[in-house]
């Protein structure tokens, strides 16, 4: 269970709040506000399912569904009854019916939302019926003139009618005859009737009857006898108006009372819905996650931030409990963070079992019966209670309710009181608790129960990191450390006189001095530990970056190789295919001047020409693809002929650098060499 004193010490209801913020309808704002956490790990999980599904329809389909609707459920119950409704409540369920419809087609556009697309599916639509109330009713206060025939010809008649009257008490106000006897010249109304001003001195000058006076008296308002019947039909017909407006909102009531229970069902999914995606905007607004729930009662939070804290100045909180850590107890020096961490899990707690993303990289949460808080001053004056009683009130009403299954938050358990008689209860209840199995977070200053925790099974500690050179609390959680108050530090640090803490010191039990200076050292050699482990990460991160730089280097090279074994391939079939063909044009040549009848010497001197540049072909080839018998192990020096061993070639040297690696040109292509891709051979 989780009682309201619980709640409101751990803030939820500002959680609450912001989320009422993020729904669209009044609807969701108050369900908002109501929400509760789920008393079990299958309704919490399929809250959080929900959560999930809005998430993905906001920013994976991007859409942007309207929640929009007016509370009609009091005129719903009406139309059941059979009353007639008010324009106002006849629009509303218009909008209703709208809503119903537009988000039923947007929700229908997406996918893998099972739970939303089941609620979609209750979505009451009639088209036919919106259509026409937003057809028949201009505001809350008119109905159009299309609402139905009927009201068109009487309205019709009223404007004519109304036209009449008035061109005929134009007559009188424009007439030499009777405008002098007229206080003003205008045309008024006096119960739905037209009427003149007329001087109260010359009343029976104009034939009528009177119906008001001025508060002065001297103004009477006067019917003239010319257009008594036409008022008289005009009443008639505004009557006649009211009537049909009156039968108009009894057929749409009727309407809307057959459908009544499917518009119930609608609004309410709507109102659901609203409140679904009131969530998936929070947990945006927040930068949350989706938590991972337990039944085991196992905590892990991993950078989170308490979400009711500036996220400028959080400091994030990380922490862990298995399902065999019972009780984790967090010590630390004053205005550390205790308090705040202990807040957080909760916190965290309640509004994972309520469907709530939370602030962090990582949660998984444990799904509890109840979480029980005992935090900050409970002193009350108006019941006589000191702050230690209202303290152990408050403990004594969690330990009756508690069970293996809860969750229980003390902060400064047994404080205010005789340090010795405060530490002694604090670990006698945490030794209740533990062997309850109740999950239980504590903070405290007591040596004992630091002693406690650190030789206790299934109790870990924790401490709030304390900056031994600025004297300054670091908001950081370390787990399994156990950590001094600093309170002397920390009094020194905020001015307190410097011969107040010697005194203090040297007031201080020797075995408190070597406790608090075992907790020091064991803070430092943490602290180094932490950073030698800060830097081998690094190291370690620096290493994977150089392999995978080297890595990447490698493939770059394997693809620039390979694409430069194609190049020389097609470079080297192109020049074999011009070889072959320059050697072809050549033979043919030949062959032309050896079939001649009768050659004379020109043609055989021709023929010899063209034989010593087939034979100077076959030369250049064998000298590029046949190595000397040993390289050349003078220097090497540009223009110089080398071996390229890739390419089974000779080429010739263009460049080198202090590296050895070597541009070459082997023909007409030049290519980059490593100094062992290449070596010298003697010229030819």
Request: one cysteine or more; proline letters at 3%; a negative charge.
């Amino acid at each position: 269970m989780f009682d309201n004193k619980s709640l409101a010490t751990l803030e939820y209801p500002k959680i609450l709040s912001a989320l009422a913020g993020f729904a669209q309808s009044q609807g969701g704002k108050d369900r908002a506000i109501a929400l509760v956490p789920c008393e079990d790990i299958a309704s919490a999980d399929y809250a959080l399912r929900e959560t999930e599904e809005a998430d993905r329809v906001l920013f994976e389909y991007s859409l942007n569904p309207s929640f929009a609707v007016d509370d009609i459920l009091s005129a719903l119950i009406k139309a059941k009854k059979g009353s007639v409704l008010s324009i106002r409540e006849i629009i509303e369920i218009g909008r209703a019916l709208r809503v119903a419809r537009r988000l039923k087609k947007s929700i229908n556009t997406a996918k893998d939302i099972p739970i939303l697309l089941g609620m979609a599916a209750i979505l009451y639509e009639n088209e036919e019926l919106e259509k026409r109330i937003y057809d028949a009713f201009l505001s809350e206060t008119e109905v159009a003139d299309n609402a139905s025939e009927e009201l068109r010809n009487i309205r019709i008649r009223i404007r004519r009618i109304n036209d009449n009257v008035r061109s005929k008490l134009q007559l009188f106000i424009t007439s030499p005859q009777y405008s002098k006897y007229l206080q003003d010249s205008i045309i008024t109304v006096r119960g739905d009737r037209y009427v003149i001003p007329l001087k109260s001195d010359f009343k029976g000058t104009i034939p009528g009857l009177v119906h008001d006076q001025s508060g002065s008296g001297a103004t009477l308002f006067v019917e003239p006898m010319q257009i008594v019947e036409l008022n008289n039909e005009l009443k008639v017909e505004l009557m006649n108006e009211q009537n049909e407006i009156e039968r108009i909102l009894r057929g749409f009531s009727a309407r809307i009372s057959a459908s009544a229970e499917e518009i119930e069902r609608s609004y309410n999914a709507i109102i659901d819905m609203d409140l679904i995606f009131a969530k998936a905007q929070l947990a945006l607004s927040m930068k949350a996650v989706r938590p991972i729930l337990n039944d085991r009662g196992a905590i892990a939070i991993c950078d989170g931030r308490h979400p009711l804290i500036d996220k400028k100045t959080v400091v994030p909180v990380s922490l862990q409990m298995t399902e065999k850590e019972k009780i984790l107890l967090i010590t630390g020096p004053n205005t550390g963070g205790k308090t705040v961490t202990l807040k957080l899990v909760g916190l965290f707690v309640l509004m994972a079992m309520s469907g709530l993303y939370l602030p962090a990289k990582h949660a998984e949460i444990g799904v509890f019966d109840g979480v029980y808080s005992d935090i900050g001053d409970e002193q009350s004056i108006e019941q006589s209670l000191s702050t230690f009683s209202a303290h152990i009130k408050n403990t004594i009403s969690i330990l009756d309710t508690i069970t293996d299954k809860s969750l229980v938050l003390f902060d400064e358990l047994g404080a205010g009181t005789d340090p010795s008689e405060g530490a002694a209860l604090a670990v006698s209840i945490a030794e209740y608790l533990l062997k309850l199995g109740t999950k239980a977070f504590i903070t405290s200053h007591f040596n004992d129960l630091k002693e406690f925790a650190l030789v206790t099974k299934n109790v870990v500690a924790a401490s709030m990191e304390f900056d031994a050179e600025s004297f300054c609390p670091t908001f950081k959680l370390v787990m399994g450390a156990i950590g001094s108050s600093n309170a002397l530090m920390i009094a020194e640090k905020l001015g307190l006189d410097k011969s107040i803490i010697e005194s203090a010191k040297s007031k201080m039990t020797v075995e408190k001095k070597q406790f608090d200076s075992v907790l020091t050292a064991a803070e430092q050699t943490r602290r180094k530990a932490e950073a030698l482990v800060s830097e081998a990460a690094l190291d370690r991160e620096n290493a994977a970056k150089a392999l995978k730089d080297a890595e990447h280097t490698k493939l770059v090279v394997r693809q620039k190789q390979e694409k430069l074994d194609e190049s020389i391939r097609k470079e080297t079939k192109r020049l074999i295919e011009s070889s072959v063909e320059e050697a072809n044009e050549l033979i043919e040549q030949i062959k032309e001047i050896v079939n001649k009848p009768q050659p004379d010497d020109s043609d055989l001197f021709e023929a010899r020409k063209l034989k010593r540049q087939l034979e100077n072909m076959s030369a250049k080839y064998s000298e590029d693809t046949i190595v000397d018998d040993a390289p050349d192990h003078t220097p090497l020096e540009i223009g110089d002929s080398v071996w390229v061993i890739p390419l089974k070639k000779r080429g010739v040297l263009a460049s080198i650098n202090g590296r050895g690696e070597a541009r070459v040109n082997v023909g007409k292509i030049s290519i980059t060499l490593k100094s062992d891709e290449y070596y010298k051979v003697k010229s030819k």
